[in-house]
């Protein structure tokens, strides 16, 4: 038996969003986006999963995702809107979660893709049945939920650490 604690990432990609030749960074959601969130927020209820810790991009569209998602879990967990997750590559969104306190057991990051799709897909060393093979057919489509198990602390997360025990997609 491990001492190490297992530890679970949830990688959530925003709602989907309005369309704009303005500002990307302030994109609002759209319709489907806005009952999509709520939807994603049931499903990462109903999963047990119990975040100690948000990271949610800055961006108009995550922020309005997690704040239509989070009503729908039991605990609201703390809540860190981070600059750096906007256009973040793979190795900056692994570069901030080697940063989370060892005191976090899960972990809920809030952003957009490409690198939600990337984070996911890397982190992934082995998946449950056919997830992982799932997961990449889908694209990884807006308010896409996986999550991700590993043993060990946070500043040890890197390609291949974990293992994908769920994903969903509410129109996949």
């Given amino acids: ?14 709602a989907k969003a309005e ?7 302030e ?13 994603a927020g049931r499903w990462l209820a109903g999963s047990g999963i119990n975040p100690d810790l948000a990271l949610c991009s800055t961006s108009a569209r995550t922020r309005e995702t997690w704040k239509l998602a989070v009503p729908e879990l039991s605990q609201r967990p703390r809540t860190v809107y981070e600059d750096r997750m906007y256009e ?3 190795g900056e969104l692994i570069a901030l979660l ?11 990051v809030i952003g957009h893709n490409p690198g939600m799709h990337a984070l996911a897909d890397a982190l992934a060393g082995e998946s449950e049945g056919d997830l992982l093979p799932r997961m990449n057919r889908t ?7 996986a999550v991700l198990a590993f043993t060990g602390s ?13 994903f969903w997609a509410p129109h996949a």
């Fill in 98 to 108: 080697n940063e989370v306190s060892d005191e976090v057991q899960d972990l809920v």
């Fill in 1 to 14: 038996m491990s001492s190490e604690p297992t530890r679970r990432i949830v990688v959530f990609r925003h």
């Fill in 154 to 166: 946070w500043k040890a997360v890197e390609h291949g650490v974990g293992r994908l025990v769920a």
């Fill in 139 to 145: 694209g990884f489509p807006t308010s896409a939920i």
């Fill in 88 to 90: 973040a590559s793979l």
């Fill in 27 to 39: 994109r609002p959601l759209a319709d489907r986006g806005r009952k999509d969130a709520p939807v």
């Fill in 19 to 25: 369309w704009s030749d303005g500002d990307d960074h």
